[in-house]
């Protein structure tokens, strides 16, 4: 059964740097065409996605925000970490991370998602 | 970066009823298509990929079809559980892109 869940701060004051952490099981992301990805909802509004992270440790960004983004793996504890620099209250949002169709780029499982709040 | 649009944006549909929701790219995403439900509170869930494959668990009343720029989600007898907002999302092209969204209401 595959399961994620993200954590991290509910609020973070303006210029901050967001830290996101989504813990999964029933997979691992050292197996070959596994692949994972950060999306987000701002409140009332669509999805975009931000960031997508794969087993061979191949990176890819939105290219509107790429400058503000990482996205890294701790395989052993079967984690993906999504920071973002410099927040601004437009990005207060709820943030998901998916897990990736096996060889294909469609969002099969979802964690619950983390609402982040940006304030000061 | 390809722009998916849907429509209508919002739908009324009775139970028992068909729904018809529409998703347009702006250019051909082959069948590089899928199809998301959401309620509220809750994460989006995958219901439809490659344009007309249903996920596993998803009932039978769901459907879809198009390729290309043209696609289309049916539901072909609501169910009170149905009522959500639908969101489709290509992946044929990166960066990948969804929709507006539909939000399919009860009459």
């Known amino acids: 059964q595959v399961t994620l869940k993200e954590s991290g701060p509910a609020l973070v004051k303006p210029t901050q740097t967001l830290t996101l952490t989504c813990t999964f099981s029933?997979?691992?992301?050292?197996?070959?065409?596994?692949?994972v990805s950060w999306i987000r909802q701002p409140p009332g509004k669509a999805l975009e996605w931000l960031a997508r992270?794969?087993?061979?440790?191949?990176?890819f960004y939105s290219s509107s925000l790429k400058t503000r983004l990482t996205i890294s793996k701790d395989t052993s504890k079967n984690q993906v970490v999504l920071t973002m620099t410099n927040m601004d209250p437009v990005d207060t949002a709820t943030y998901y991370c998916?897990?990736?169709?096996?060889?294909?780029?469609?969002?099969?499982?979802w964690g619950q998602g983390t609402l982040v709040t940006v304030s000061s | 970066e390809i722009v998916m649009t849907q429509s209508p944006a919002t739908l009324s549909v009775s139970p028992g009823e068909r729904a018809t929701l529409s998703c347009r790219a702006s250019?051909?995403?082959?069948?590089?298509l899928a199809w998301y439900q959401q309620k509220p509170g809750q994460a989006p869930r995958l219901l439809i990929y490659?344009?007309?494959t249903r996920a596993t668990g998803i009932p039978a009343r769901f459907s879809g079809s198009g390729s290309g720029r043209e696609f289309t989600l049916t539901i072909s007898s609501l169910q009170s559980e149905d009522f959500a907002i639908y969101y489709c999302q290509q992946y044929n092209t990166w960066p990948y892109t969804f929709g507006q969204g539909t939000k399919l209401e009860i009459k």
């Open positions: 250019q051909s995403v082959s069948n590089n």
């Open positions: 992270i794969d087993w061979d440790d191949d990176k």
């Open positions: 029933g997979f691992s992301l050292s197996t070959a065409r596994m692949r």
């Open positions: 998916a897990r990736m169709g096996v060889g294909w780029d469609y969002f099969h499982y």
């Open positions: 490659g344009a007309s």
